[in-house]
């Protein structure tokens, strides 16, 4: 189920009523479901534009289309909006969206990729860098390779023991080091550059 709060109503109503068109709804539907990319799509959906499958929720005033592919990554959702100064903010909620993270029985490895992709990459990719997962070895050794801006980037060293390490040891505390196997003199186009 869906939860789509009173402000958010409000502002949904506010930007259907500017259209001007008669049974004019809101299609919502997710985008890269089940990644650590996830995210979701909102656009204008006239009635006659619903599909046979949409799961429908019905608001006061409009109606919120979910497409039935999507319907399974949004259960729980949560929807709102935040009145600021200047505008707003239209937050959805939805815990289900990226996916599960692996349980403990998973590998490693699968572990490793998982906080890489859901926790690191998001933060490095700010700086247009990435983080990629070279090996895990059987003494639990993870061996990573660092690619965009953080290839050749001066504070290299102080992301990886104060972030990526960090973070890694935290979630999986199996990790006995992490180790980087960059060549980091290679870099062409590094976010801070070494003097």
């Given at each position: 189920m869906i939860e789509v709060a009173d402000n958010a109503r409000d502002y949904f109503n506010k930007l259907i009523s500017q259209q001007g068109v008669p049974d004019l709804g809101i299609r919502l539907q997710v985008v890269q479901p089940g990644t650590p990319a996830g995210d979701c799509r909102l656009e204008f959906c006239e009635a006659a534009e619903a599909r046979e499958d949409d799961y429908v929720i019905d608001c006061e005033g409009f109606s919120i289309y979910v497409d039935a592919a999507s319907a399974p990554w949004l259960d729980a959702a949560h929807i709102s909006f935040e009145h600021q100064r200047g505008g707003g903010q239209l937050t959805i909620r939805a815990p289900r969206l990226k996916g599960q993270a692996p349980g403990a029985d998973a590998s490693l490895v699968e572990r490793v990729r998982h906080v890489l992709d859901s926790e690191i990459n998001p933060r490095v990719a700010g700086h247009g860098g990435r983080v990629?997962?070279?090996?895990?070895?059987?003494?639990?050794?993870?061996v990573l390779q660092f690619g965009g801006g953080c290839?050749?980037?001066?504070?290299?060293?102080?992301?990886?023991?104060?972030?990526?390490?960090?973070?890694?040891?935290?979630?999986?505390?199996?990790?006995?080091?992490v180790r980087d196997a960059t060549d980091h003199a290679s870099g062409a186009a590094p976010y801070y550059r070494r003097s």
């Open positions: 990629g997962l070279v090996e895990v070895s059987a003494d639990g050794v993870v290839h050749g980037c001066s504070q290299v060293n102080m992301t990886l023991k104060h972030g990526v390490e960090k973070t890694l040891r935290e979630r999986i505390p199996e990790i006995s080091a």
